[in-house]
């Protein structure tokens, strides 16, 4: 089930995207209506779980994590639960996907060093549900987080 989103709160949720920290009275300027409206209506999406949570945005390299690698997995189909709750619980990983393809998971980790990163490979291949592993370093990042446009019922 979706829930219905219409132009208004399609402009709230552009708007809080844009600034997670942005005020009622913002947001409201934003969709044109009156904050008390814009307030009612995030409790709303709230209530509806069209808002999971708030979260803010952050700029890893300023933790020292400026190795960027993606992980491409082919997992043995009874350990699948194992490797994503592994790679999940190393604290390095900002997605962990279960995908469909050649590969079972995709995952993103954030690392302090080249050798911080190889320690984690190193974990990976001899992971015994771990079949294959490919490694990509991220080179340069074009964009990150940027939410795709909310679609409205109207």
Known sequence: ????????????????????????????????????????????????????????????????YDVTAVFRLDVDGEGLADVVGDLRETGRMIGVYEVTGSDDVVAIGKFASTSEMNAQIKDLVTHPHVRSATTDIVLDTVCEYEPPPVRTTE
């Open 1 to 64: 089930m979706s829930a219905r989103i219409d132009d208004i709160d399609g402009k709230l949720l552009q708007a809080l995207l844009a600034d997670g920290r942005a005020s009622a009275s913002d947001l409201a300027d934003a969709a044109d209506v009156a904050t008390s409206t814009a307030t009612k209506r995030l409790a709303r999406l709230e209530d509806d779980g069209v808002i999971e949570r708030y979260q803010p945005a952050l700029d890893y390299s300023a933790f020292g």
